[in-house]
């Protein structure tokens, strides 16, 4: 009897944290396009203005981020690089209203904006990224990621 090919295939913790983040990244990508979600200014929930650059920074991690369920060991590694880099990112926009995932920090520099609109502006990366260390660096029930 040949097992088929589904029986390899299972959703476990990682794999749907991973899933988790896919749909959020694209819901991230995709709220620049809803207008229910845009101010009179263009800024999403009154808060930041999303450009083609991050909504493709946010479409390439949510493929990543789906890519990454097909197997155990993907999801652990997408999980742990994307979870570190984005909560890193996040940290960089409370300090400075800008990050280095969309190179804004390279552009824009240090936004001249207050404390309380850099928190939340930058919430969204700080809570993937934490989701993603969470589930990818927790050594509750840990095994070796095989596949």
Do not use: C, N
Not at 22 to 44: E, K, M
Not at 95 to 110: E, M, P
């Amino acid at each position: 009897m040949t097992p088929s090919a589904t029986e390899g295939f299972a959703l476990d913790r990682y794999r749907i944290a991973a899933l988790a983040l896919a749909i959020a990244l694209l819901f991230a990508a995709a709220t620049d396009y809803i207008p229910a979600f845009i101010d009179a200014q263009g800024r999403v929930f009154g808060l930041f203005q999303l450009d083609i650059y991050k909504d493709a920074l946010h479409v390439a991690s949510g493929l990543w981020a789906l890519a990454a369920t097909l197997s155990r060991r993907s999801a652990v590694f997408f999980l742990r690089v994307f979870g570190t880099l984005y909560f890193l990112d996040g940290m960089m926009g409370v300090l400075t209203g800008s990050g280095y995932l969309d190179l804004s920090i390279f552009i824009d520099g240090i936004r001249d904006t207050s404390w309380l609109v850099k928190f939340l502006s930058s919430v969204p990366h700080l809570a993937l990224g934490a989701l993603g260390i969470a589930a990818g660096w927790s050594p509750w029930g840990a095994r070796p990621a095989l596949a």
